[in-house]
């Protein structure tokens, strides 16, 4: 079964540190990878996609992930944080060929808290 | 202003009710989803729906059952046969590609007492 993996639950940084949040997934076809993210409050909201072209893709408010097919990895980084940053990402990972439905699998999410 | 509502926000229930959760999206998109939201689990898919009169069963369907009678609304009830029905549930939409963005609704927090 395809899953997808979150490896932090609980991320704490101070303003301006780096942040990469580890995101890996099993499933050996074509993927479509996503972030979302929840700001406390607010609806979940989409920060980036992958689906095809150039790995790296760039979203919203400065982050961005890179894919690594040889890794089942999608890993979202952002070179400085704000403390608006702090909220709950998920990864999600859509795998057309099994299930050409839209159908999302989201990890176990990572709450981010930063700092002031 | 296009979205998707979800209603009511909170709601509490007696161990043995059904209850009825409701959502509807007026962003024309043919796709649907519910999806229920536990901490350290993420979302999980309960039911979706690719086209109106048509849904399946997602990863955890047992002790819910849908509708899609209309192509803007979607209601999720939760019987009295889901073991642990207390969570947040959120609803989706989107045009139904794998590509495609999920929009998300505000989500309706249910406890069952």
């Known amino acids: 079964a395809q899953s997808v993996s979150q490896h932090n639950h609980h991320v704490i940084l101070s303003e301006a540190a780096s942040l990469e949040l580890g995101c890996n997934y099993s499933y050996g076809g074509t993927v479509n990878l996503f972030w979302y993210v929840q700001y406390p409050g607010q609806h979940l909201q989409l920060l980036l996609k992958y689906f095809s072209g150039d790995p790296l893709v760039k979203g919203i408010k400065g982050f961005e992930a890179e894919f690594i097919k040889s890794k089942f990895s999608f890993n979202l980084r952002k070179p400085s944080v704000q403390w608006s940053d702090t909220a709950e990402y998920f990864c999600?990972?859509?795998?057309?060929?099994?299930?050409?439905?839209?159908?999302?699998?989201f990890g176990q999410g990572t709450t981010l808290q930063v700092k002031p | 202003d296009g979205g998707i509502t979800q209603s009511p926000k909170y709601l509490f229930r007696k161990e043995g009710q059904n209850v009825t959760l409701s959502c509807e999206q007026n962003l024309n998109h043919d796709a649907m989803y519910w999806y229920r939201q536990d901490p350290g689990q993420g979302l999980r898919l309960i039911y979706y729906?690719?086209?109106?009169?048509?849904?399946q069963k997602g990863d955890i369907a047992e002790g819910y059952s849908v509708s899609r009678e209309k192509k803007e609304s979607f209601p999720l009830t939760v019987t009295s046969a889901q073991k642990n029905p207390t969570a947040f549930y959120l609803c989706?939409?989107?045009?139904?590609?794998?590509?495609?963005?999920?929009?998300f609704g505000p989500g309706t927090r249910l406890t069952v007492l």
């Open positions: 999600a990972v859509n795998a057309p060929r099994s299930s050409n439905t839209g159908k999302l699998i």
């Open positions: 989706a939409s989107s045009s139904g590609r794998g590509t495609d963005t999920q929009y």
């Open positions: 729906s690719q086209i109106v009169n048509d849904f």
